[in-house]
């Protein structure tokens, strides 16, 4: 709310925004945004089915740690999934959402 804005307007906030919000939110939201900070890097272009370098989004073994459990083919699955549903999906989903027509009772089960 306004207290949140008021404290930490104009101040670089990534890290404590990455710490309570997964990336997804900015994706979802984006046409909310309204503008940059002045001198802010240019966004970078997200290739469907990334794997984020952001803490703690991603499992460590996807972000390239050592797993006796996970392996490459682990992240190739995971990178083609998501972009899938990225690609096919969520822009189905969103329209959806933003004309308030939900699944059929049936589907929600």
């Known amino acids: 709310g306004a207290q949140i804005l008021e404290e930490y307007g104009g101040k670089d906030v990534t890290v404590d925004f990455y710490e309570m919000h997964r990336k997804d939110v900015l994706t979802k939201y984006s046409k909310l945004k309204i503008g ?12 469907p089915g990334a794997i984020t370098a952001v ?8 972000q390239g740690q050592n797993s006796p459990y996970y392996n490459e083919s682990h992240r190739r699955l995971t990178q083609a ?27 929600r089960q």
Do not use: K
Request: a negative charge; hydrophobic letters at 50%; proline letters at 13%.
């Open 55 to 62: 803490p703690f989004a991603e499992l460590p073994a996807l």
């Open 81 to 107: 999934v998501r972009a899938f549903v990225q690609t096919e999906l969520e822009p189905i989903a969103e329209s959806a959402d933003l004309a308030g027509e939900y699944p059929e009772l049936e589907l």
């Open 36 to 47: 940059r900070m002045e001198g802010a890097p240019a966004p970078v272009a997200q290739v």
